[in-house]
């Protein structure tokens, strides 16, 4: 049985491995972790345990992104298949088959810049918090940095102010 952090990270993963299997892409029935975690060095992550099973981490930067989210599972999900850990050229092939068979866009960190997805997570020099902690974080400097006081919050509906 996969554990997933949350119901969001499952959705994804049943996409993903459905699209997968309509394919017949070979990929591996023992996930057993399915995670998010803040990092900056990869969007996703695909782990291989002494068992033989997998875990499956997400950046959580991520979240609010399904179709990014979408295409980094798929691509740590190929990672599953035998001889598939690298970027092998059975891993090319079953990635080329899945964009071309489904529309998608999955790619390795390599080509990500011509689809406009950035290889690795924006750097958070700067960050806002609600009166409720609610955090948005930003690379570069902006007009919610500057004057985060005219800013609502729209979970909660309170007020930012800077906190980094
Ligand atoms: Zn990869
Ligand atoms: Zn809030």
């Avoid at 499952?10 to 491995?17: C, F, G, N, V, W």
């Avoid at 050229?89 to 960190?109: D, H, M």
């Avoid at 924006?122 to 006081?149: D, F, Q, T, W």
């Avoid at 919050?153 to 102010?161: D, N």
Wanted: one cysteine or more; glycine letters at 4%.
């Amino acid at each position: 049985m996969t554990k997933f952090e949350n119901a969001d990270l499952r959705d994804i993963y049943e996409l993903a491995r459905n699209i997968c299997l309509r394919n017949r892409i070979p990929i591996s029935q023992e996930i057993d972790t399915v995670t998010y975690k803040n990092v900056r060095s990869y969007w996703g992550k695909c782990r291989k345990k002494s068992d033989g099973g997998f875990d499956i981490y997400i950046n959580a930067a991520l979240e609010d992104n399904r179709k990014a989210m979408l295409n980094t599972m798929i691509h740590e999900l190929i990672h599953t298949c035998s001889g598939c850990m690298n970027h092998s050229v059975r891993w090319k092939k079953y990635a080329a088959a899945l964009n071309a068979a489904e529309g998608l866009r999955i790619r390795t960190a390599e080509t990500e810049k011509d689809t406009g997805v950035k290889a690795r997570p924006p750097k958070v020099n700067y960050a806002v918090e609600c009166e409720n902690g609610h955090r948005l974080e930003r690379e570069r400097m902006s007009l919610l940095i500057k004057n985060p006081e005219h800013y609502i919050c729209r979970e909660c509906r309170t007020r930012f102010h800077r906190v980094l």
